[in-house]
C-alpha cells in the first residue's frame, strides 16, 4: 500500500526566509501525482502546487516551487520569502493514476507539518 | 461564484443520533469525495462517487453512509454505529479523471456530547 510520511510535525520560518518541508512517499507505481495542500486556520483545504511523476522539471508556482526526487521518493515544498499569511498545516498527498486496488486514485495524506512564519 | 460549500459549519449530536452532512458544488464535476480529518492526522477517506448514483467505501466508510441521487450533491450520514463521529468533516470534488485534482469545501466540525 502506499504510504506517505512527513517527518517534520513543525516548522518556523522568519518572515521573508525561505522554508523547506520535507514528504517522502512509498510506493511501487512509476505513474502518479503529488500534491501539496495549505489548511489555514480556517481549515479549508488549498492546493498550493501539483507535480507529475513523468515530468522530470519541478513544478512552481509563485513562491512556491518543490523538489522531485523520484528515484529517492521524495517531494519536498520550498517556500520563498515567506509571508505571514504562509503559517498553516501543509499536508503532501499522493495520488496513483491508474486504478490501484479499486481505490480510483483516491489521495492519500501524510500527517502534516504546522508552519509558523515569525515577524 | 463556483465552488464547494458544506453545512452546517459546526454540528452537534448526541451520542445514538444519526446526522446528516451536507455537501453541494456547481463545479460540475462528477467526482465527489468525503474525508475525515482528526487532530494531529491526515485527511482518510470515508466514501467516495465518480458518478451519480454509483458511489464506493474508502478506508474508514464503517458506521457512515452516503448517497448520490444528482450531480451537484453528496451527503453524508454519521450513524449511531460510528464509534467515534467527533471529527472534521471535509467534502472534496473533481472531474472525472485520474488526473485530475481534487477541490474541497470548507468542511463541517461534528462533535458528540
Known amino acids: 500500500a502506499q504510504t506517505v510520511t512527513q517527518s517534520q510535525p513543525e516548522m518556523s520560518v522568519q518572515e521573508a526566509e525561505t522554508v523547506t518541508l520535507s514528504c517522502t512517499y512509498d510506493t511501487s507505481e512509476s505513474d502518479y501525482y503529488l500534491f501539496w495542500y495549505k489548511q489555514p486556520p480556517s481549515r479549508q483545504m488549498i492546493l498550493v502546487i501539483r507535480?507529475?511523476?513523468?515530468?522530470?522539471q519541478n513544478a512552481t508556482e509563485n513562491r512556491f516551487s518543490v523538489n522531485f526526487q523520484k528515484a529517492a521518493k521524495s517531494f519536498s515544498l520550498k517556500i520563498s520569502d515567506s509571508q505571514l499569511g504562509d503559517a498553516a498545516m501543509y499536508f503532501c498527498a499522493y495520488r496513483a493514476s491508474m486504478n490501484y486496488g479499486g481505490s480510483q486514485g483516491n489521495l492519500i495524506f501524510g500527517k502534516g507539518t504546522k508552519l509558523s512564519v515569525k515577524p | 461564484d463556483g465552488g464547494i460549500t458544506q453545512s452546517p459549519k459546526y454540528l452537534f449530536r448526541k451520542e445514538g443520533q444519526n446526522v446528516t452532512l451536507s455537501c453541494e458544488q456547481n463545479?460540475?464535476?462528477?467526482?465527489m469525495y468525503w474525508y475525515r480529518q482528526d487532530p494531529g492526522q491526515g485527511l482518510r477517506l470515508i466514501y467516495y462517487?465518480?458518478?451519480?448514483?454509483?458511489?464506493q467505501k474508502g478506508d474508514i466508510a464503517e458506521g457512515y453512509s452516503v448517497s448520490r441521487e444528482k450531480k451537484e450533491s453528496f451527503p453524508l450520514t454519521v450513524t449511531s454505529a460510528q464509534k467515534n463521529p467527533t471529527a472534521f468533516y471535509l467534502c472534496?470534488?473533481?472531474?472525472?479523471?485520474?488526473?485530475?485534482?481534487?477541490?474541497f469545501g470548507p468542511g463541517t466540525r461534528l462533535t458528540v456530547l
Open positions: 463545479l460540475n464535476h462528477d467526482a
Open positions: 507535480q507529475e511523476a513523468y515530468k522530470q
Open positions: 472534496a470534488s473533481s472531474i472525472r479523471t485520474l488526473r485530475a485534482t481534487q477541490y
Open positions: 462517487s465518480q458518478i451519480v448514483n454509483d458511489f
